[in-house]
């Protein structure tokens, strides 16, 4: 069963308006919730990330939200650019045995339209 | 710079055919990942390793296996490739120990495999 979902397949924004990407998850014992967006033929690059004890975190244009009660986490970017457009990750990470194990979501297509 | 290294970006195999994909990380991890990207199902994870010569099943194994002789290193293995099992085959490694345990997983460039 899928412990990271991501139910928005796709995205399509404005370029200079906000982009809101949402996330939700099912296991309490995550530690931390990454980001990563990937373009087409490459690998996943990281992004931003939360420890599970914070709710938010900001890094520039982008800033994730959590929201333990509602097990719900959120990217935004603002503002987004044309460059933005990629494919973006939720994962979450979990220890497990002697190591860390992470989980993704989906993935939610983003476009921004200049 | 963390680097993870795949050893092809485009791969083509025929049916039947064993398939070796190489990955290799610079930065003393102690985890390592196999995943696999499809359209609509994100990455999916194969096996992964907490150790040298350690390896656990994740949630699709089947039809693969893999190896690590090395800590550097961590081989995935189509035993008898098929063509559901053309993909883009990601690589990731990560620290288990110190700050930055759990808090990134730095993933290699992709392989796209394709068997025909």
């Known amino acids: 069963d899928q412990q990271v979902k991501q139910n928005s397949p796709s995205l399509s924004v404005q370029e200079g308006r906000i982009s809101i990407l949402n996330c939700d998850y099912t296991?309490?014992?995550?530690?931390?919730f990454l980001w990563y967006k990937k373009y087409p033929a490459e690998g996943p690059t990281f992004l931003i990330s939360?420890?599970?004890?914070?709710d938010k975190n900001e890094d520039g244009r982008f800033t994730v939200f959590l929201n333990k009660s509602a097990k719900h986490l959120s990217l935004h970017i603002v503002p987004s650019q044309p460059g933005d457009s990629a494919v973006y990750f939720c994962?979450?990470?979990?220890?497990?045995?002697?190591?860390?194990?992470?989980?993704f979501g989906t993935g939610t297509s983003l476009t921004v339209i200049p | 710079d963390v680097k993870v290294t795949q050893s092809s970006r485009y791969l083509v195999k025929r049916t039947g055919e064993k398939v070796f994909l190489e990955c290799v990380q610079d930065?003393?991890?102690?985890?390592m990942f196999w995943y696999r990207q499809d359209p609509g199902l994100g990455l999916r994870l194969i096996y992964f390793?907490?150790?040298?010569?350690?390896?656990e099943k994740g949630d699709i194994p089947e039809g693969y296996s893999v190896s690590r002789e090395k800590k550097e290193r961590f081989s995935l293995i189509l035993e008898s490739a098929s063509t559901n099992q053309t993909s883009m085959y990601l690589c990731?490694?990560?620290?288990?120990?110190?700050?930055?345990?759990?808090?990134?997983?730095?993933f290699g460039q992709g392989t796209r495999l394709t068997v025909v």
């Open positions: 990731a490694s990560s620290s288990t120990s110190g700050r930055y345990m759990g808090t990134e997983a730095f």
């Open positions: 296991n309490s014992m995550f530690d931390y």
């Open positions: 939360i420890s599970s004890i914070k």
């Open positions: 994962a979450a990470s979990a220890r497990v045995n002697t190591g860390n194990q992470f989980y």
């Open positions: 930065m003393d991890h102690e985890n």
């Open positions: 390793s907490y150790d040298v010569k350690m390896k």
